[in-house]
């Protein structure tokens, strides 16, 4: 099962940020969160992970809380093109590639 | 090309037909895998090969039956499925099995099986 939870869906207005929480209270020190999204009809496509510290890249920030029992996904400036399912996931290096998938939130970006 | 390539996209099989589905990654990558995903179900993990052995397999039925005859190339091969096996199947690669880094995913093959 998946160690994350995530809200069902969100919504996001074209142009601002989107911020996608998620809870993994029962993280292990040696585990990382990841992000990926799944655009509708497409593979997941990795977006960013982080295991203590902000990480930041080209598409999105990721902000983890001190005790690690949090994160948030933020994209600065949503476009309609980032409407798709993000999955927020925990996992352990040298877990063989497990990623564990949970259900997701499924953002919706609105003109 | 580039990435990770699916073939076919899309597969209609009857219950007794035999099929496969390829995977190639251009990425050099030593790690592949394949997961499954139904209608209304999260992504599930199938396979993990690390160096075309494999490494990982998930309680996957002997009706599904991989092969890896080279870091680049990942079959699934079908046999005698069932209609409630009809889903998205995913391939994906990655550097090295285990390792901190991302999985690339291929497009996938919407497979109904009939």
């Known amino acids: 099962d998946a160690k994350t939870t995530q809200p069902p869906s969100m919504d996001c207005a074209e142009g601002r940020a989107a911020n996608l929480p998620c809870n993994h209270s029962?993280?292990?020190?040696?585990?990382?969160v990841y992000w990926y999204r799944q655009i509708h009809s497409q593979g997941p496509q990795y977006i960013i992970h982080?295991?203590?510290n902000n990480e930041t890249n080209e598409m999105a920030s990721l902000i983890i809380t001190e005790d690690r029992k949090s994160s948030t996904l933020i994209l600065p400036h949503a476009t309609l093109r980032d409407t798709a399912v993000y999955y927020c996931?925990?996992?352990?290096?040298?877990?063989?590639?497990?990623?564990?998938f949970g259900k997701g939130t499924k953002l919706s970006v609105k003109p | 090309e580039t990435g990770v390539t699916q073939t076919p996209r899309h597969l209609v099989m009857g219950m007794t037909n035999k099929k496969s589905l390829k995977c190639e990654q251009h990425l050099g990558h030593n790690a592949m895998y394949w997961y499954k995903q139904s209608a209304k179900k999260p992504l599930e993990l199938m396979f993990v090969y690390s160096l075309e052995e494999r490494v990982e397999n998930n309680s996957v039925p002997s009706r599904f039956s991989p092969e890896c005859p080279n870091s680049s190339h990942l079959f699934l091969h079908l046999h005698t499925l069932q209609p409630e096996d009809s889903a998205l199947y995913l391939c994906?690669?990655?550097?090295?099995?285990?390792?901190?880094?991302?999985?690339?995913f291929g497009p996938g093959t919407r497979l109904t099986v009939l």
């Open positions: 996931i925990v996992r352990a290096e040298g877990s063989q590639g497990n990623l564990i």
């Open positions: 994906a690669s990655s550097q090295e099995a285990g390792e901190v880094d991302e999985q690339f």
């Open positions: 029962t993280i292990s020190g040696n585990e990382y």
């Open positions: 982080g295991l203590k």
